[in-house]
C-alpha cells in the first residue's frame, strides 16, 4: 500500500529562521511527487512537482527537493505570510502501462511563522 | 480568470437527505476529482473523471455519486447512504491524469 508521511505534525519558526519540512514515502513506481500550500479554509495552492530523484525546484523562500525515498521542503528566511499548511502527495499509475494517476496525500505540515 | 469554481461555500444536510456539491472549471482541463479532507487526515480520494461521460472509483467511493456530462462540469451527491459526511468536500482538475492537479476552495458539509 501506497504511504506517504510527512514531519513535523507542526512546527513554529521565527521570522528570518530557516527550517525544512520532510515528505517520506513508500511506493510502487512514483511518477511525480507534488507539493501544495493550504491556507484555513482554501483549498491547496499547487507549488511545486518533482519527477525524478536528484531535482530540485525553488519558488521565491521555498526550495523542493526529492530523494529516492523522501522529499524535503527548505523554507528560507521565512515571513509571517509564509504560515500554513503544506501537504505532499505522491503520484502512481492506477494500472501498469495505464494512463490513470492517483495523487496519495500526506496528513501535511502546520507552518507558523512569529514575528 | 481561470480557475474551480466550488459552490456553495457551506451546505447543511439534514439526516436521510440527498446533497449536491457543485464544481465547475473553465481551464478547459479533461480530468476533474474529487476529494474527501477530514480534520488529521489526508486528502482522500472519492471520484474522478478522465473524460467526459466516464468516470471511476476512488479509494472512498461509498455513499457518493458522480456525473461528467460537460466537460467542465463534475457535481458530487452526497447520498443518505454516507454515513458519516461531515467534511471538507475538495474538487480538482488537471490537463491529463499526470499533471498537477489544481484545487477549488472546497465546500463545508455539515449535519444538521
Known amino acids: 500500500e501506497d504511504q506517504v508521511t510527512q514531519s513535523p505534525e507542526a512546527l513554529r519558526l521565527q521570522e528570518g529562521e530557516s527550517s525544512s519540512l520532510n515528505c517520506s514515502y513508500t511506493?510502487?513506481?512514483?511518477?511525480?511527487l507534488f507539493w501544495y500550500r493550504q491556507d484555513p479554509g482554501k483549498g491547496p495552492e499547487f507549488l511545486f512537482t518533482?519527477?525524478?530523484a536528484g531535482e530540485e525546484k525553488e519558488k521565491e523562500r521555498l526550495k523542493a527537493t526529492l530523494t529516492k525515498k523522501e522529499s524535503f521542503l527548505h523554507i528560507t528566511a521565512p515571513k509571517p505570510e509564509d504560515s500554513a499548511t503544506y501537504l505532499c502527495a505522491v503520484q502512481v499509475a492506477l494500472y501498469s502501462g495505464g494512463s490513470n494517476y492517483k495523487l496519495t496525500f500526506g496528513k501535511g505540515t502546520l507552518l507558523t511563522v512569529n514575528p | 480568470d481561470g480557475g474551480i469554481t466550488q459552490s456553495p461555500k457551506y451546505l447543511f444536510r439534514k439526516e436521510g437527505q440527498n446533497v449536491t456539491l457543485s464544481c465547475e472549471q473553465n481551464?478547459?482541463?479533461?480530468?476533474m476529482y474529487w476529494y474527501r479532507q477530514d480534520p488529521g487526515q489526508g486528502l482522500r480520494l472519492i471520484y474522478y473523471s478522465q473524460i467526459v461521460n466516464d468516470f471511476q472509483k476512488g479509494d472512498i467511493a461509498e455513499g457518493y455519486s458522480v456525473s461528467r456530462e460537460k466537460k467542465e462540469s463534475f457535481p458530487l451527491t452526497v447520498t443518505s447512504a454516507q454515513k458519516n459526511p461531515t467534511a471538507f468536500y475538495l474538487c480538482?482538475?488537471?490537463?491529463?491524469?499526470?499533471?498537477?492537479?489544481?484545487f477549488g476552495d472546497g465546500t463545508r458539509l455539515s449535519i444538521l
Open positions: 511506493v510502487s513506481g512514483l511518477r511525480g
Open positions: 480538482a482538475s488537471s490537463w491529463t491524469g499526470n499533471q498537477p492537479q489544481h
Open positions: 481551464l478547459n482541463h479533461d480530468a
Open positions: 518533482l519527477y525524478s
